[in-house]
């Protein structure tokens, strides 16, 4: 049965309210969406091409998924607050390898006890975390690589969109308006913070001052919470407009704009990158030399169009934000 839980705010702990974007919610969030074999309709275009790389890598019975199981409670080292509002993914994969001993642990025990641990990989971790850290740091690299950098432009342009909304929303309605318009299972109450929720019941006794929310992609559509003494709590709450992430960017007369100032076959290539692809791909998709599309997307990636992106033995391309927005038709003024 549903239980609700609050969490209380003082004036001190409103004003230390913040907002902040987390490469490491985005990495925890979507690896959990995969494992579950039902997956959200609006995800399975991005699933099904990015389950199979995950599949070959091995990353499906790493560390990952013993500290990320497909339900309830996960590690809370893996999701470190973040230090501004748009961090990167190297500067929060640098905080969970100086984790503190005490809170790795402190973390294994919890997941014990939701029966989340007990494996080879977890002993060792509780054993030796220093350098047990620095291997669960380099999958999470491996993982973002296959799994989140090829679409971090798109999926980063929607997080800084709801954020720029919610401060906006500040500045019009008052902290207390945003917080209800959140989730239809968070709302603010004189003064309390609740939450409608099965696990999880963060309480003011339990955390440090404030409070750190963290929209997310791949939360949908529920809310999640990490407690740590001495830090802010954090609530991951489903960002505006997930709807549309996965939807076709480019429009027919914006390519034809693109064309005419980069060229039809750098636009072609722009276009087919709506998903990541890799050189071979691309060649076949578009009817080019495999060394010609080489050479297009080195220029491409130098002006800032693309990115590339490990694959294995391959490199995976992908657009920019700036080339998403040549891509999108201009309104008319």
Known sequence: MD???GLSFSATDLAQTRFAVSPMWEVVTSFRLLGDPAEPLLHRRWAGQVRPRLLRA???RGWLSDLIPGRGYL???LTPTPAGPFPDVSAELAVIRRTPA????ADLKTLEAKGGAGRARLRQLHEEPEAALEKVAAEIETYWELALAPYWA???RLLEADLFHRARQVAEHGSAHVLNELHASVRWDEGTLRLLRRHCHPTREQAGPGLLLVPSVFAWPRVLTRTVVSEAPQLAYPARGIGTLWE???GGAAVEAVAAVIGRSRALLLTELDTPASTTQLARQCGLSAAGVSQHLTAMR??????AHRNGRSMLYARTAVADALLTPSEAP
């Open 154 to 156: 798109r999926i980063r």
């Open 302 to 307: 130098n002006a800032g169009l693309v990115t």
């Open 58 to 60: 091995g990353l499906d």
């Open 3 to 5: 239980r609700e839980s």
């Open 75 to 77: 590690a809370d080292f």
């Open 102 to 105: 005490d809170l790795v642990r």
């Open 248 to 250: 076709p960017r480019a």
